[in-house]
T-cell receptor, first 114, second 111 residues
Framework: GAGVSQSPSNKVTEKGKDVELRCDPI?????LYWYRQSLGQGLEFLIY????????KSGLPSDRFSAERTGGSVSTLTIQRTQQEDSAVYLC???FGLGGETQYFGPGTRLLVL | RKEVEQDPGPFNVPEGATVAFNCTYS??????FFWYRQDCRKEPKLLMS???SGNEDGRFTAQLNRASQYISLLIRDSKLSDSATYLC????????????FGAGTRLFVKA
């Protein structure tokens, strides 16, 4: 079966523009996670969805970041008015249950803000 | 203090060596524990879950000490293909659900 997919794989944008990143989780996985990884750094937790709801949004770096999930499947992470410090790899993962299960990661979207 | 701390590394070891990674976590309410592996410019992949009773998978052994809030990973008879970054991961229920990754320890296995 297909794994987690993310699009685009790479995105170059200009400072101040909005970007939208997409994640398709593994079919049947109810939990979906977004992380950010800056060059040479560890993973930074952004947000987690259980179904379509996001119980914990505290990891979002600023109000320029938002995420939604519809139909319990696809999720989009939107960054408004991008800044150079937003440049990073954005990773999405999904897991079968509520938590404590294995998270399966997508290949990530490499975002570069010029 | 970081919520999950790991040995800074990098570790440079010869093939066949035994190497141990350590990790500590600060939140005593942490519920689940894992080791993930991340190859250069790739996504993380689960290496193994960590249980209080300890668990072994081939050359890999993981241990959890809840009293000391400490997790370890032991790799025996290391191979060139073990070269990667090893990430300690902790999950906790904050009313929502949160996963915290350590910064990772880089391992280089040399021929």
């Amino acid at each position: 079966g297909a794994g987690v997919s993310q699009s685009p794989s790479n995105k170059v944008t200009e400072k101040g523009k909005d970007v939208e990143l997409r994640c398709d989780p593994i079919s049947g996985h109810t939990a979906l996670y977004w992380y950010r990884q800056s060059l040479g750094q560890g993973l930074e937790f952004l947000i987690y969805f259980q179904g379509n709801s996001a119980p914990d949004k505290s990891g979002l770096p600023s109000d320029r970041f938002s995420a939604e999930r519809t139909g319990g499947s696809v999720s989009t992470l939107t960054i408004q008015r991008t800044q150079q410090e937003d440049s990073a790899v954005y990773l999405c993962a999904s897991s079968f249950g509520l938590g404590g299960e294995t998270q399966y990661f997508g290949p990530g979207t490499r975002l570069l803000v010029l | 203090r970081k919520e999950v701390e790991q040995d800074p590394g990098p570790f440079n070891v010869p093939e066949g060596a035994t190497v141990a990674f350590n990790c500590t976590y600060s939140n005593s309410a942490s519920q689940s524990f894992f080791w993930y592996r991340q190859d250069c410019r790739k996504e993380p992949k689960l290496l193994m879950s960590v249980y209080s009773s300890g668990n072994e998978d081939g050359r890999f052994t993981a241990q959890l000490n809840r009293a000391s809030q400490y997790i370890s990973l032991l790799i025996r008879d290391s191979k060139l293909s073990d070269s990667a970054t090893y990430l300690c991961v902790v999950t906790l229920d904050t009313g929502g659900f949160k996963t915290i990754f350590g910064a990772g320890t880089r391992l280089f296995v040399k021929a």
